[in-house]
C-alpha cells in the first residue's frame, strides 16, 4: 500500500441555507410584521373607544381581593417594617405574656431610629421591662427579622397635666395670651 500526502485541512465554511431554511426565516419575519400590525391596530380601536375596555380575559384593571390589594399596597409603598411593628403592637400580650402586657403598653415605634417605646404604669414595671428588654429585643427581631428594633426605650408613668392656675378661660393658651 502506498501511502498518500495528509491533505492540509480546508477551513469548515457556512452552509449556505437551503430553501426549506429560507421559507423557515421568511415566514417567521411575516409573523412577527403581521403581529406587530395587529397590535399597532389595535391601539388605535381603543383609541377610537376611548381607552382600554373589559374583556373576557384577566388584566391588571381586574378587582383583587382585599388581603391582596392591602398586601400590594404594603409592597409597593415599602411599609413592611411598619405594617410588620403595627402586627406586634396588636400581640403585644401575646409576645410578652398577658400579665407584663397588663402593665406595659407599646406607644410608638420610630423606623429611622428603630426604637420601640413603651410605657409602663409604675416605676416598679418600668425597671423589670428595661432587665427584660435584650431578651424582648431579640424575640421581636426573631418574629420580625433581625435589625428591625435595635433599642426598647422605656418610660414610666407620667404625671398629672400641667395647669397654670386655677382659673382659665376655655381655649386659653395660658399667659401669653392676655397681654397680646
Do not use: F
Amino acid at each position: 500500500m502506498t501511502e498518500q500526502p495528509a491533505r492540509p485541512a480546508q477551513p469548515a465554511t457556512p452552509a449556505e441555507p437551503s430553501g426549506v431554511d429560507l421559507a423557515r426565516v421568511a415566514l417567521r419575519a411575516a409573523k412577527e410584521q403581521a403581529r406587530a400590525r395587529g397590535a399597532a391596530a389595535q391601539q388605535k380601536k381603543q383609541a377610537r373607544r376611548g381607552g382600554l375596555r373589559s374583556g373576557a380575559r384577566a388584566d391588571g384593571r381586574d378587582p383583587l381581593p382585599l388581603g391582596a390589594a392591602i398586601s400590594r399596597l404594603i409592597t409597593e409603598r415599602g411599609w413592611e417594617t411598619p405594617a410588620a411593628v403595627g402586627g406586634v403592637m396588636g400581640r403585644w400580650p401575646q409576645m410578652v405574656g398577658p400579665e407584663v402586657a397588663q402593665h406595659c403598653e407599646p406607644q410608638r415605634y420610630d423606623e429611622d431610629a428603630r426604637v420601640l417605646t413603651v410605657r409602663c404604669d409604675s416605676t416598679a414595671w418600668a425597671t423589670q421591662l428595661r432587665l427584660l428588654a435584650p431578651q424582648l429585643v431579640a424575640r421581636l427581631n426573631a418574629d420580625l427579622g433581625q435589625g428591625t428594633v435595635k433599642l426598647i426605650k422605656v418610660l414610666g408613668p407620667g404625671g398629672p397635666g400641667r395647669r397654670y392656675g386655677p382659673l382659665r378661660a376655655p381655649g386659653s393658651r395660658g399667659p401669653g395670651d392676655t397681654y397680646g
